[in-house]
């Protein structure tokens, strides 16, 4: 709630330099070209999956857990519904994972 106070300072402060944006969009665009997807007309979906500081977080804070496959799987279907062609781009400090329990087409 406090730093809901501050969301657009902290929006001005924490601004990524160019080359970081440049670089994360060339790999974006080198995934879309393996994936034969480059030039389409795709909707690119972000994904953040955070899950290893967060689980100790959510159990002392809420006593609950990570939420599980069944909810990015959900997620995933609700996107595919509404868009002609999806591609999901996933962030993750658990990439393993990912690649785990969310790999589909």
Known sequence: DLLFLYR??????????RSII???????????????KLGDDVTLVT??????DYKDWLKD?????LIGTTYFRK?????????SRPVFLVAS??????????KAP
């Open 93 to 102: 400090d658990d990439l393993d994972w990912c690649r785990e329990n969310l």
């Open 61 to 65: 804070h809420y006593n609950t857990g």
């Open 8 to 17: 657009e300072q902290l929006r001005k402060e924490f601004v990524f330099k």
């Open 47 to 52: 994904v953040h999956v955070r899950r290893t």
């Open 22 to 36: 440049k670089a994360a969009w060339n790999h974006v665009t080198a995934s879309l070209e393996v994936l034969g």
């Open 75 to 83: 997620a995933f279907q609700f996107y595919r519904e509404r868009l």
